[in-house]
């Protein structure tokens, strides 16, 4: 059973606009959210967080949203750049500290 | 900030033979690392659990006889394919938890293994 989803599995989006990467959960006690960024035969590198009590955390271009109720999150990018193209896997934690990651979305931001 | 340090970075090996991938925590320790297998669809997949002076807990599918899984000291933890196999070949990545605040997990740069 994926407890971290994320259905789309590519994005396309031009460079200038925003990306919008969407991620559902099922696991009610997660309480801590991350996204990683991926690129090609690289290890995943840590984008920004965000906990449970919160419903919004920014970071520069990057701004991370929560919505408890519906349990899902998203990663804005504004605007896009061509270096953003990469793979995008969130994370959630739960209270045993085991990180579960959904499935990825591969973002290509086109100049 | 917290680095984890992964060799070889790209190795291949013939079938039949065993490879070490190493996975170290440079300026940490790291009591608990993980080892993910990334298959071409992109998903990150968890093998094993790997715990410092005890053994690994290993994934449902995951065969521990293949796969060995060694941490025998606070900063290095390391995964051997044995009798490897071009099924095995693939893109296998440690992490070790650096922070639960900022950092999450901090990955090594992964190896990539190609058995022919």
């Known amino acids: 059973d994926q407890q971290v989803k994320q259905n789309s599995p590519s994005l396309s989006v031009q460079e200038g606009r925003i990306s919008i990467l969407n991620c559902d959960y099922t696991n009610s006690m997660f309480d801590y959210f991350l996204w990683y960024k991926k690129y090609p035969a690289e290890g995943p590198t840590f984008l920004i967080s965000i906990s449970s009590i919160k419903d919004k955390n920014e970071d520069g271009r990057f701004t991370v949203f929560l919505n408890k109720s519906a349990k899902h999150l998203s990663l804005h990018i504004v605007p896009s750049q061509p270096g953003d193209s990469a793979v995008y896997f969130c994370a959630a934690y739960n209270a045993g500290n085991m990180l579960t990651f959904g499935g990825g979305t591969r973002l290509m931001v086109k100049p | 900030g917290a680095v984890v340090s992964q060799h070889p970075s790209w190795v291949i090996c013939k079938s039949g033979t065993s490879v070490k991938i190493e996975c170290r925590s440079l300026?940490?320790?790291?009591?608990?690392m993980f080892w993910y297998r990334q298959f071409p669809k992109q998903s990150l997949m968890l093998m094993a659990t790997s715990n410092e002076g005890s053994k690994a807990t290993y994934e449902q599918g995951v065969e521990k006889d293949k796969f060995l899984i060694n941490h025998a000291s606070l900063t290095l933890s390391t995964l051997t394919v044995t009798s490897a196999h071009p099924e095995d070949s693939s893109f296998y990545i440690c992490?070790?938890?650096?922070?639960?605040?900022?950092?999450?997990?901090?990955f090594g740069s992964g190896t990539r293994l190609t058995v022919v």
């Open positions: 992490s070790a938890p650096s922070d639960r605040g900022q950092r999450g997990y901090t």
């Open positions: 300026d940490f320790q790291a009591t608990t």
